[in-house]
């Protein structure tokens, strides 16, 4: 189960990666963001050279850094933002906070060995359930919306429908693990 977490994980952070740094108007944050997201998944599944601690603090960082630009930009509107950009925006820097959130634990699950879900995140408390599933839920939203709309928004669903399925694989070995006891 854990492997093919790791290999759906994997595919969803490139998949929202390759959308960042696709040809056209590339957001220096995005890419910066994604390229930090990518690094966090292949060393959480292959190599943990970093603490998952540490990616948490630049995945988290990196969540708020767009948040902030996000919040800025609802201040002064930008005539020629992109149909949906805010709320592709919210879903990014969220989708980023609640990973982060999940890879703060895999120090402490790896440490004990109490589940299979520490290669992926540490046990997901009872509360971050909720919010785990609202993001995810966020980001399928903001995906049909961006194929709804059309070209305009096809970079921002296509981040949307990466992360969210990264993070619902990410997810995915602890919900079992929750059922299963």
């Known amino acids: 189960m854990v492997e093919i977490a790791h290999g759906v994980m994997l595919f969803g952070a490139l998949a929202g990666t390759a ?13 910066v963001a994604s390229i930090v997201m990518v690094a966090a ?19 988290i960082a990196a969540g708020l850094a767009i948040g902030i630009r996000a919040r800025r930009g609802i201040r002064r509107p930008d005539p020629s933002a992109c ?17 982060g959130w999940l ?3 895999v120090g402490t699950a790896a440490a004990t060995a109490a589940t299979s879900a520490a290669h992926l995140g540490g046990p997901v ?25 059309g070209r305009a928004a096809l970079r921002h669903g296509a981040m ?10 990410m997810a995915a070995p602890a919900a079992v693990a929750a059922l299963g006891s």
């Open 160 to 169: 949307a429908a990466g992360m969210t399925v990264m993070l619902a694989a």
């Open 83 to 99: 149909l949906g950009r805010p709320l592709a925006d919210l879903h990014h820097a969220l989708a980023l906070i609640a990973t």
């Open 19 to 31: 959308a960042a740094l696709a040809p056209g108007r590339v957001r220096a944050l995005d890419a």
């Open 125 to 149: 408390l009872p509360l971050q359930w909720p919010a785990l599933i609202a993001v995810i839920v966020l980001g399928a939203c903001v995906a049909a919306r961006a194929v709804r709309s």
């Open 103 to 105: 890879l703060a634990g």
């Open 41 to 59: 998944m292949v060393d959480t599944a292959f190599t943990r050279l970093l603490p998952g601690i540490a990616w948490s603090a630049l995945l």
